[in-house]
């Protein structure tokens, strides 16, 4: 027994060889993050008692925002149909009462009528309320799901770079993304919840006013049904989401076989198979949690329903001694037994409905607590204005360290910027050239030292101006699924686009060649997933990328490795077109690793491991022989250049030395 009592425990992690060897451990929410959860459901009663107004009061502001008038129809209908359910009853026994009542069958039947009549209208009318309920609530359901989604999506957007890159707060994202279908859901249980609660307190009235035990057993047939519908639905929260991210695994699984970014690797190495494989595995220790908690809700439902059917038996013995004792009439009798049975579905319905209700809220409660941490993550609205052409950008002793790393990214970065020049960051792979860019364009915050346009710091400074003047390529910048012209576009959404202007940004980058030969020129969706979609090579991407930053017409133009798929000519011709982009008032900021590009630079910086180790012309760096900078330059030279020792070009930096195997040696 103690078992059907005891509080949902956190669910059973059982390690599949697959989640070991993909995914190094168990992909299950630990405990720590989970404990409030299993604390909220240890005092479940009190808890739903707790929380229930404030997530009800949500749904119920969602639904007011998204459409009064479904809302207020939907309530008026209801609070109808319960009413009509009470006159219902009390018209039942008043048939009852002449059926039974004395004179001939005639007169009976004809002092029924009135009552009859009254029913038939209260049937017709009620019905017209339900259709009205069934109405408006199908109306509510979408907006509320649809407001729900924006907000959720409204606080991703604004959240924080380090949030996004938050693996808890990723977590809280993807548990919240149920909470928009369960607001949807709990408006409909909110109408059944009204609905139960009316027809019940109708119900109970009737039987109160017949005798007074009967609401008693009432209670008694369907507080067990309460009790296992509440037990069940706990269960099914708590394994979702210990299992969540389980199931987002095997999600990523199913995607990496059918999706294209790995089709080529799937088919040439056999990965397909090995994916396949993993994949029956995890969805096997999924179907081995799922079908634990069917057997859990079949065991609970059966010891449910047999509670309450020896309640109703009980309820109906009492019954019968009130009839055979003389304490009640047939004809009550006969109401009384209609007021338990409807009384009883009704008060089972009103705990499913209940029940379901605490369910959604469940899934929205936790909606509600990503808002309330997304807001506090959000990047704040407002600050000081930033002078929108800075004579420089300053970092001045700049620390920054990501939150899971020892070693900081960036470690005491003094350095400037001059306004309309080309400033060139070079380091090895790691040096921290990309986060410097992450802090330049304010998307992280430095934690010692501060980054200054003019005298404005950046940790002060308005974030959205600061934003405005930023135009970003970097490594992975996005291929928008959308057509040729809003990938250009995109590069500022709140401009309207106008052909002139998009054919120029097209042309700057040698783009447009690329869009003339696309089936439906600027209107070509660049997306294989969808029918009639195009797709580009990533050079052909590129230029794309490049054309959507001149058409963002910013004054600091940052770039990171712009050219990594483009051939030779192409490469040569897109650092001239990056050099183009400034002037006395565009600063462009390059990252790359192609020296030959940076020597045009006006100023380089040199960084390795998070350290600023060299700065100046290209002239001045390569005159120190011993310079990081140098050997870098020398290196690359070198590959075009015959060697003195005797190396054809590219040869002396090949991994196959004589003291390093190359691939056939294994
Ligand atoms: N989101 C992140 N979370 C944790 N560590 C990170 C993150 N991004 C980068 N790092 C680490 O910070 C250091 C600097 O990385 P960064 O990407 O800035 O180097 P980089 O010079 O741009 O390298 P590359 O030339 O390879 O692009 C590296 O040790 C890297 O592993």
């Known amino acids: 027994m103690r078992r059907w009592l005891r509080r949902p425990q956190p669910v059973e992690t059982v390690v599949s060889d697959s989640e070991q060897l993909l995914f190094g451990g168990a992909l299950r929410y630990d405990y720590g993050w989970a404990r409030h959860e299993y604390t909220m459901l240890e005092h ?117 770079l380090e949030a996004v890159e938050d693996g808890a707060f990723r977590k809280l994202l993807d548990s919240a993304q149920f909470g928009a279908q369960s607001s949807r859901q709990m408006i409909s249980a909110m109408v059944a919840t009204l609905n139960g609660t009316f027809s019940l307190v109708a119900a109970a009235g009737v039987l109160t006013v017949l005798h007074p035990v009967l609401l008693f057993l009432l209670m008694l047939i369907a507080a067990p049904r309460g009790w296992g519908a509440l037990h069940v639905a706990q269960r099914r929260y708590a394994s979702t989401m210990a299992w969540i991210e389980h199931e987002r695994a095997a999600r990523v699984i199913g995607e990496s076989i059918t999706g294209r970014s790995a089709a080529q690797e799937t088919r040439v190495h056999g990965v397909g198979s090995f994916l396949l494989r993993h994949f029956g595995q995890m969805a096997r220790t999924a179907e081995a949690e799922q079908t634990r908690l069917a057997k859990e809700k079949a065991a609970t439902e059966l010891l449910a329903a047999s509670l309450s059917g020896a309640a109703s038996l009980l309820a109906y013995v009492t019954l019968a001694w009130l009839l055979l004792s003389g304490r009640m009439s047939m004809a009550v009798a006969g109401t009384a037994v209609m007021a338990v049975r409807t009384g009883s579905a009704n008060l089972g319905a009103l705990v499913g409905s209940v029940n379901r209700l605490h369910e959604e809220s469940l899934y929205a409660g936790d909606l509600d607590r990503y808002i309330v941490e997304a807001t506090a993550r959000a990047i704040p609205v407002g600050g000081v204005p930033v002078p929108d052409h800075p004579a420089e950008i300053r970092f001045e002793h700049v620390t920054y360290r990501y939150p899971d790393r020892e070693r900081p990214a960036l470690d005491d970065i003094s350095l400037t910027i001059p306004a309309g020049s080309v400033v060139a960051l070079v380091g090895t792979n790691g040096s921290g050239k990309s986060t410097l860019v992450k802090l330049l364009a304010g998307l992280h915050k430095a934690q010692a030292g501060r980054i200054v346009w003019d005298k404005v710091d950046l940790a002060e400074a308005d974030r959205d101006q600061v934003f405005s003047h930023i135009a970003l390529l970097d490594q992975s910048f ?87 798929a483009l ?45 600023l180790v060299e700065q100046g012309t290209h002239q001045e760096l390569l005159a120190d022989e011993a310079g990081r900078y140098h050997r870098m330059f020398q290196s690359q030279a070198d590959q075009y250049i015959p060697g003195a020792n005797g190396t054809v070009p590219g040869q002396q930096n090949h991994p196959a030395t004589a003291d390093q195997p190359g691939p056939s040696d294994r």
């Open 567 to 611: 051939d030779p000519e192409a490469e040569i011709a897109c650092f001239e077109k990056i050099r183009r982009l400034r002037s006395p008032t565009t600063t462009v900021v390059l990252v790359t690793h192609r020296m030959a590009a940076v020597q045009h630079a006006d100023l380089i910086y040199v960084l390795h491991e998070g350290l």
């Open 44 to 160: 479940s009663a009190l808890s739903m008692a707790r929380s229930a107004p404030r997530l009800v009061g949500r749904t119920v502001r969602l639904a007011w925002r998204a459409d009064r008038t479904a809302m207020l129809t939907m309530v008026l209908a209801e609070i109808y149909q319960g009413a009509a359910h009470a006159v219902g009853l009390l018209v039942t026994n008043e048939v009852l009462q002449s059926l039974f009542g004395s004179g001939d069958t005639v007169a009976r039947v004809r002092a029924a009528v009135p009552a009859l009549i009254v029913g038939m209208v209260i049937a017709v009318t009620s019905a017209v309320a339900a259709s009205l309920s069934t109405a408006s609530t199908g109306r509510l359901e979408p907006k509320v799901e649809r407001l729900a989604t924006q907000e959720y999506l409204r606080h991703a957007e604004r959240v924080e």
């Open 478 to 564: 996005a291929r928008w699924p959308f057509t040729a012209e809003t990938n250009l576009a995109i590069g500022k959404p709140a401009r309207t686009p106008e052909p002139e202007q998009l054919a120029a940004a097209a042309a700057f980058s040698g783009a447009d060649a690329v869009i003339n030969a696309l089936p439906h020129g600027m209107k070509t969706l660049l997306a294989l997933q969808f029918r009639g979609g195009s797709e580009l090579s990533g050079g052909q991407w590129q230029t794309i990328g490049l054309s959507r930053t001149w058409y963002r017409d910013a004054s600091l133009i940052i770039v990171d490795e712009p050219t990594s």
